[in-house]
Structures are given as C-alpha cells and as structure tokens.
C-alpha cells in the first residue's frame, strides 16, 4: 500500500523519484513553484521542456509530461498544469484532480517510486486551498487504491503552515 504524507519545506530539495511542477501550457517555466524548479534544476529543464512543446505542442490543462531534473536531486520533473479558478463552475475540481491523476499515472509508467506534489493551482492559479487539498488527496488515494504496487510513497509538498494544517487534518482519516 502506497504512503501518503506531507511535508513543509521547498520541493526542489526533495531526493524522490519525481516532483511535479505546477506549470503553464507554454511549459515556458514562471514564477512559483514553476521558478524554483527552473532555477533550481538549471537550463536542461527548459531545454527538454522546448523539444516537448515543439513535438507536441502546449500541454493541456489537466495533462502532464516528464523531463530529468537537472541538477535537482529528484530524477524526474512532471510537469501538469492546474486549471486557473473562475468560480468553481468551470471544471474546476475534475480537471484538477486530472493533474494528480495523470501525474500518477506518469510516474507509474516510468517506474518511479517517489513522488511529491505541490499545491497545484492555488498561487497564481488562484484555486482556494481549503477546496484544492480534499479534492488532491482523494484523486491520490483513489490512483494509488486503483494501483496498489505503482508507488511506495506520495509526498503532498506544502510550503505553509497553513497548507500543511489543512493536509495534516485530512489524513488523519
Ligand atoms: N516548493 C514547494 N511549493 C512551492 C514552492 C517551492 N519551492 N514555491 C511555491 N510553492 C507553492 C505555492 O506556495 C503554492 O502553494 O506551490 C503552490 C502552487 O503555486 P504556484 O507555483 O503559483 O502554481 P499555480 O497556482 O499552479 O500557478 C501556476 O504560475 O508560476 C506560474 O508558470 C506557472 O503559469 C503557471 C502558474
């Protein structure tokens, strides 16, 4: 069975098989989260970010695709874009947990065992973190019950106090 658990601390200083980056569809890297694994890992991201686009075009909201880390300590950067908040009735909550899905499911395909998240679209993608971390925790557990031997551990990233509240009070479920 998969470990889910969170920690409160910058995600590009995580050793783990993956983190996941909150990108945009340009995959041209940003600020938040986006930044700091940007600059963290160094150019190659970017450049492996370029031949993606240029192959296949933006990534669509809800979707990921992988890099190396560069100089990361993580093996892997999965970058998925979060939807942008707008109320609530804009498919907000499915294509968000399609972030955490298909995340998973990425890293299930390249065997990798470690994965942290962070709080996907609740900075500049404005999505309220009391709704974004019930619905990120269900998609995970959901993923790791369909999949039981896909990962050995989830780490939800948070970098407040405040998030890792919210999240320490869910898993106590
Ligand atoms: N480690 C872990 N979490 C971080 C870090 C870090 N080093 N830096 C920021 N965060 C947190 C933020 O505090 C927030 O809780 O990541 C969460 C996601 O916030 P954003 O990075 O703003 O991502 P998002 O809301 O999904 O907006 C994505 O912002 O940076 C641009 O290019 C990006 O256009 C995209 C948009």
Redesign the pocket.
Known sequence: MSKIRVEC?????LRVDAVVN?????L??????????HR?GGPSILQECDAIRYRQGCCPTGEAVITGAGDMPSKHVIHT??P?WRGGQSDEASLLANCYRNSLDLAMKHGLRTVAF??????????P?EQAAPLALHAVRDFCARHPDAVDEVIF????RA?EALYVELLKD
Do not use: K, L, Q
């Open positions: 601390g910058d995600i590009t200083r909150a990108a945009n569809s340009g041209r890297g940003g600020g938040g989260v986006d930044g700091a694994i963290a874009v979060g942008v962070p709080c996907i679209s609740t900075g500049v993608f404005g999505y973190p990233c948070v970098f407040s998030d």
